[in-house]
């Protein structure tokens, strides 16, 4: 027979290459003792378990979400949120440290676990035995028209090992429930409404900010509001217009003006009369030529020479006559006259020169009359006094002419001014137009908001009121908590079949393992893959009476082990579980009612 | 047992007769030349073969057609190709070499038409005497040492056409005996003796000495031994290694806990 190389395999069942379930079966088979042993073992533990553990019992009770007795088209309610989600916040309160430690105290629950842990953990503990769930049910959304969940009950449960225990918890949580749902309510209602109640005052006082600001703007910037533009601008075109003609008038005037004043001087002030043909001056003219030709003599000759005494005599009778004086104005222009003439002779002749001396003379005499006549009353000026009709109307006239020119130039130096003023308030409107147009505009917005805040309040004190009279949604119980007959936990017969499927696996489970794990030759087959071709022959084990004796002497032992550790484990349990006799009845018990139970 | 019986009395009547003991249907080798004209012939024990599974011996054991089944492949092989030593090894102690080299040489005992030569080549623990309840004196490991006549080692134990040669007392230079001249020179003269004669030997341990793998060059065939549930996959492979320069027959596998078919038949 040829046989090929080494074939690799590890042991047992890996070797095949095509594992059936014969080769598994087989396996099984072989290392059965291997397989019953953890089997048995689990089945015990798991009936133990089973029978053991102490039974919950729970306690329901079924709450109702009504719908609101008024419509919400006629009173929307303030309160929001899909019914889920309320009922979620409503147990997040309800199951508060608070209530709970309460509850546990007045009920004394959970004595052991209080004796043993902190408040805070038997309080999460009960948080965990107490359960809610939604019953929704299919309605129509009245929007959409789409079929939906809502909402439309759920259920408050409460579990523990005494029912009766549980069903006046329940009862306590139930209370909470509808209580802390009312109290919610009315308070988001409450709510709503202070918000609004407080944002209406917010825009009043800014309402009444704004009137303030623009009342005051108005003031300050009087007359270069936006309104009184036009008014402006009117004003102004109507004092340019009476600018213009009061300038056409002015033309005229000056114009008229300077005509008179070219007349007169044409014209003699001193209306001249003939007398034989030849024309006679005026006693006022003679006097003032005397009076000049004194003058000149009395420089020219000196003071006492007879002929200027002569004519000082001829003058002060004519003077007697008209009663006229020095005229002040005459000697005035005289002085200046002479003072320009002597300046000129000075410089072009020495001082002792006789022009200068003459002009110095002469300068002296005047000075001296002035003097004189400073200290004399002012006489009438009729030297002066033209008596030319057409003189005196040419006169009246220009008088006339200068002082319209006067008064035209005052108004038209008024009409500027108030031009320039108006100007003044149409420059500075653009800004205040700006500023009054961003008042105008949020006093406007202001009221709107205003307006609209009211409404809301209005709707929300409704609401409120609707809550204050229980007419919105509420909860209803129509399902109050019952005291529990039958336990919900643990549900025995489940764990017996779970136990017994796993102890089933993990004895499998065993046997396969160890046998994956052992890598001699299993089978037959296996020789045969490894080698090549089969074994010549199979020679089975032939059992001698010393292996017999020694199987023998190996069961014993391993039957004193095992009894051995089982007495260990009860007297253990005995010890510091639960006594023996106690286990025991309560097993029976519990064996008993469950198979009461399965007969039912 | 009844023929076993006969035969012994007729060999020992032989015997005090004095008559030399003749070749073929009373125990084995005998020869005209050569130094073995007479073989001890020596009871076995019945104890002593059952507790060491000697099955062959009874009549009407369960396994005897098993047993048969190998003698009956391993002459086939070994008639094709003209080989009359085999070797009986494993890879560890204690897998059941002896116990398949003992059953299967009784087993070969009885078929007519050959004897049977069973070499105890297993040094350290000799163990086919034990098989058969004997306590020799004498054997291999005296014939090697102290060059004792192998004529004076050689046993037949009841069985016809049966001969043993034990390996005589324990002895730790095993390996060297067995690679020394002498050894070669007697494996060489066993064989070539008688034509018609198999010559199993029951070999150590492949794994643990070397003896085997010295002396396995001198056979021509060889049988491996393995126990299901204790043999490690690797030791089979190692062997087979070992094992490629000889011609390996096949394989055994012994102490099996699968059902055997037809254990009535």
Redesign the interface.
């Known amino acids: ?1 040829a ?1 090929d190389g ?1 074939n ?4 047992g069942l890996s ?1 095949v290459a095509s594992k059936s379930i014969g080769d598994y079966l087989a396996v099984v088979w ?1 290392r059965r003792t291997l397989v019953l042993v953890p089997a048995i073992l689990l089945m015990i533990l798991s009936f133990l378990v089973a029978f053991l553990l102490p039974p919950v019992y729970r306690s329901q009770a079924t709450i109702l979400i009504e719908e609101p007795d008024v419509p919400p088209e006629l009173v929307l309610s303030t309160i929001t949120g899909f019914a889920d989600e309320r009922i979620q916040a409503i147990t997040q309160r309800v199951n508060s440290t608070q209530n709970l430690s309460a509850i546990i105290e007045r009920y004394n629950l959970y004595p052991k676990s209080r004796a043993k842990l902190p408040l805070t953990e038997v309080v999460d503990k009960m948080r965990d035995d107490i359960k809610s769930d939604l019953i929704s049910a299919d309605v129509k959304d009245p929007r959409s028209g789409r079929a939906a969940q809502a909402t439309i009950a759920f259920t408050v449960s409460f579990d523990y090992r005494d029912p009766a225990t549980a069903q006046r918890v329940a009862n306590e949580i139930v209370n909470l429930y509808l209580s802390e749902n009312l109290r919610e309510r009315q308070s988001k209602a409450n709510e709503t409404t202070n918000f609004l109640s407080g944002e209406t005052a917010r825009l009043q006082k800014l309402i009444n900010d704004l009137e303030k600001r623009i009342s005051d703007l108005k003031q300050t910037s009087a007359g270069s509001l936006p309104e009184q533009m036009d008014y402006n601008l009117q004003r102004i075109s109507r004092a340019e217009t009476e600018l213009r003609d009061l300038d056409r008038r002015v033309d005229g005037l000056e114009q008229q003006r300077i005509y008179l004043e070219a007349e007169l001087l044409k014209m003699s002030p001193f209306g001249s009369y003939v007398v034989d043909g030849q024309r006679v001056m005026s006693p006022g003219d003679q006097l003032k030529a005397l009076k000049t030709q004194l003058i000149t003599l009395s420089g020219q000759y000196g003071a006492n020479h007879p002929d200027v005494v002569k004519l000082r005599r001829q003058v002060t009778a004519l003077e007697g006559e008209t009663g006229g004086s020095d005229d002040a104005q005459t000697l005035r222009r005289e002085q200046e006259r002479l003072s320009a003439e002597l300046a000129q002779a000075k410089e072009r002749y020495s001082e002792s020169h006789p022009d200068v001396i003459k002009l110095q003379r002469n300068l002296d005499a005047v000075q001296a009359s002035l003097k004189q006549s400073r200290g004399k009353p002012q006489a009438v000026p009729t030297a002066a006094q033209p008596d030319n009709p057409a003189y005196i109307q040419l006169q009246a006239q220009l008088q006339v002419a200068k002082s319209d020119l006067k008064a035209i130039a005052e108004q038209r130096i008024a009409i500027k001014k108030q031009i320039a003023e108006v100007d003044k308030l149409v420059a500075a409107t653009p800004l205040v137009e700006r500023e009054y147009g961003q008042l105008m505009r949020d006093y406007e917005s202001a009221q709107r908001e205003f307006e609209t805040i009211r409404q809301k309040q209005m709707m929300a004190q409704l609401g409120e009121t609707l809550e204050a009279e229980r007419k919105g949604e509420r909860f209803l119980l129509i399902e109050p908590p019952s005291q529990p007959t039958k336990p919900i936990k643990p549900k025995r017969l489940a764990i017996l079949a779970i136990g017994f499927v796993l102890s089933i696996g993990a004895g499998i489970g065993t046997a396969l393992l160890v046998d994956g794990l ?7 087959k ?2 045969a893959l ?2 090549g ?1 089969a ?8 059992r ?3 292996d017999v004796m020694r199987e023998w002497i190996a069961r014993l032992g391993v039957t004193a082990a095992v009894l051995a550790t089982v007495v260990a484990l009860l007297m253990v349990v005995d010890e510091f579980i639960m006594p023996l006799d106690v286990l025991y009845s309560i097993l029976e018990r519990q064996v008993e009612a469950t198979f009461i139970r399965l007969g039912e | 047992m009844e023929n076993i019986q006969k035969a012994l009395e007729k060999a020992r009547a032989r015997r005090e007769s004095g008559a030399p003991a003749s070749s073929a249907p009373v125990g084995g080798a005998a020869s005209p030349s050569g130094g073995y004209t007479r073989t001890r012939v020596i009871r076995p024990d019945p104890a002593a073969l059952k507790e060491h599974r000697i099955i062959v011996a009874e009549n009407g054991h369960r396994l005897t057609d098993t047993f048969r089944i190998l003698r009956t492949q391993v002459m086939q092989e070994m008639t094709a190709g003209r080989h009359r030593t085999l070797a009986v090894t494993g890879p560890n102690p204690n897998e059941g070499k002896t116990f398949i080299a003992v059953n299967l040489a009784v087993s070969l005992a009885m078929l007519t038409e050959s004897t049977v030569l069973l070499v105890d080549l297993d040094l350290r623990r000799p163990a086919v005497h034990k098989c058969f309840g004997l306590k020799p004196d004498v054997g291999l490991g005296e014939y090697l040492l102290h060059s004792v006549p192998l004529a004076d080692c050689l046993i037949n134990p009841g069985i016809d056409r049966l001969v043993v040669l034990p390996g005589g007392a324990p002895l730790r230079t095993s390996s060297e005996l067995l690679s020394s001249p002498k050894m070669l020179s007697l494996a060489r003269e066993l064989k070539e003796r008688y034509p018609d004669r198999v010559i199993v030997y029951d070999l150590p341990p492949l794994l643990v000495t070397d003896d085997a793998l010295v002396f396995l060059s001198h056979a021509e065939c060889c049988l491996l031994v393995a126990s299901e549930g204790k043999t490690q996959v690797s030791d089979i492979q190692r062997s087979l290694e070992l094992l490629q320069s000889t011609k390996l027959l096949g394989t055994v596998l012994n102490k099996s806990k699968c059902r055997v078919r037809g254990l009535n038949y």
């Open positions: 027979m046989y080494v690799a395999g590890e042991g070797a072989s052992d890598k001699s030759i299993g089978s037959a296996q020789l490894m080698t071709a074994p010549l022959v199979v020679v089975p084990y032939i001698t009476a010393m």
